[in-house]
């Protein structure tokens, strides 16, 4: 995308945000009741992803990063790890939108499917630490037992394609198990079953997961 | 128009397209024997860039049956 800091100006003016150009491809974006909030526009060609030593170079080139604003959406997983090493917010413009509502300091901005993960595993005894390893996948630390690579989905239905485009979508993570953490998912199809028992990684609700942690996958 | 070059995929429209003039999002669901038909769909476009982003979901026809889930969300057959 060519002027993408133009394309989020206008985006944000439709949703009823001003913003003022900063140099460096940076917005100061207005807010009625909340601090004034700094974005980095960052605009993709085509195939470009925005990868982990993007994060760097970010935040070395642009001084004060906290948010960056990738359109479109091609974060690496590499991406959103390393952005939480470094204290600092990566996402879409969907998820740009949630920040400006929600937080007072967009910078700790995360979505709400992992707001909701990180709280029923935080408040879960067996676990020591998490660390996020991808869009929606951690490393849990554990008492006594070995640390666990989760991949996380929240979807309903889950489906045979959804396993297999999770793991043609996080090549580099070696997952110990896929977990559903939609709470309105009650069973899995007999196709996704068959295809993970082919896959070798076991999937679990998250209810069952989070009773196990403390005793199973040692 | 994509699907058209596959023919072994039935496209399936659902959620708040029927709703709403202006939906946020356009929810697809694509119905596979092989799934290669719908590796390649998911290829040819940026579908989640779109404005509205397609949300793509595939089910094999035994899914399909299990989750219920043409009559649950109300689903119209497009191709």
């Known amino acids: ?11 944000l003016q439709e949703q009823g945000y001003s913003s003022t150009r900063l ?28 990868d982990a030593e993007n994060v760097d170079a970010s935040i070395e080139n642009v001084s004060g990063t906290g948010f960056v604003v990738v359109v479109p959406t091609r974060i690496t997983h590499a991406a959103y790890e390393r952005a939480e090493e470094r204290g600092i917010c990566v996402a879409g413009f969907g998820e740009l939108l949630n920040a400006l509502r929600q937080d007072e300091n967009i910078a700790q901005h995360i979505d709400s499917q992992e707001r909701y993960e990180r709280s029923r595993l935080t408040h879960n005894k067996f676990v020591k630490s998490l660390k996020r390893k991808g869009h929606h996948a951690y490393e849990i630390q554990r008492d006594e ?38 709470p309105n998912c009650h069973g899995f199809s007999t196709d996704s079953q068959r295809a993970t028992a082919q896959t070798g990684i076991p999937l679990v609700r998250f209810e069952d997961f989070l009773d196990d942690l403390g005793t199973k996958w040692t | 128009m994509a699907a058209r070059s596959l023919p072994s995929l039935q496209v399936w429209l659902f959620g708040s397209a029927f ?30 860039d779109f404005c509205p982003p397609c949300h793509l979901i595939a089910m094999t026809p035994l899914e399909v049956t299990e989750y219920d889930f043409i009559a649950t969300t109300e689903a119209v057959r497009l191709l």
């Open chain 1, 145 to 182: 037992l070995r640390p666990l690579t989760i991949i996380t989905t929240n979807d309903y239905e889950f489906t045979a394609d959804q396993l297999y485009t999770l793991l043609e979508s996080y090549q580099r993570t070696e997952p110990d198990l896929i977990v559903v953490t939609n």
């Open chain 1, 23 to 50: 140099p460096l491809s940076q917005l100061e974006i207005e807010r009625a009741s909340r601090p004034d909030a700094r974005v980095l526009c960052i605009g993709l060609k085509n195939g470009e992803t925005f």
């Open chain 1, 1 to 11: 995308m060519n002027d993408v800091r133009g394309w989020i100006e206008n985006k």
């Open chain 2, 19 to 48: 709703r709403s003039e202006e939906p946020a999002d356009l929810d697809i669901l694509l119905v596979y024997e092989n799934r290669s038909s719908v590796v390649a769909l998911r290829k040819m476009q940026p579908w989640e």
